[in-house]
């Protein structure tokens, strides 16, 4: 049997070591994910990172973390 799983992209964050609010900044990249799959959709649909993106963009002017975007 073969199965094809389907690609997509994902967010890869890292926080920086100063950040003395690193669990807070996680909370809130949590909450975008948990209000996001209210609206009825995942991490796998399609346009999770452009949905998203300026949310995090926000996020990180107020934390200090980068992000990549990687496709898995």
Same mark, same amino acid.
């Given at each position: 049997m073969k199965v094809r799983i389907p690609k997509h992209?994902?967010?890869?964050?890292?926080?920086?070591?100063?950040?003395?609010? $690193?669990e807070e900044c996680w909370?809130?990249? $949590? $909450?975008?994910?948990?209000d996001y799959e209210k609206e009825?959709?995942?991490v796998y649909t399609p346009t999770f990172i452009e949905d998203?993106?300026?949310k995090v963009k926000e996020l990180q002017k107020?934390?200090?973390?980068t992000y990549t975007i990687e496709l898995k």
């Amino acid at each position: 049997m073969k199965v094809r799983i389907p690609k997509h992209r994902e967010f890869v964050i890292a926080i920086d070591e100063n950040e003395t609010r $690193q669990e807070e900044c996680w909370d809130k990249l $949590q $909450q975008i994910v948990t209000d996001y799959e209210k609206e009825g959709k995942s991490v796998y649909t399609p346009t999770f990172i452009e949905d998203n993106e300026e949310k995090v963009k926000e996020l990180q002017k107020e934390y200090k973390f980068t992000y990549t975007i990687e496709l898995k």
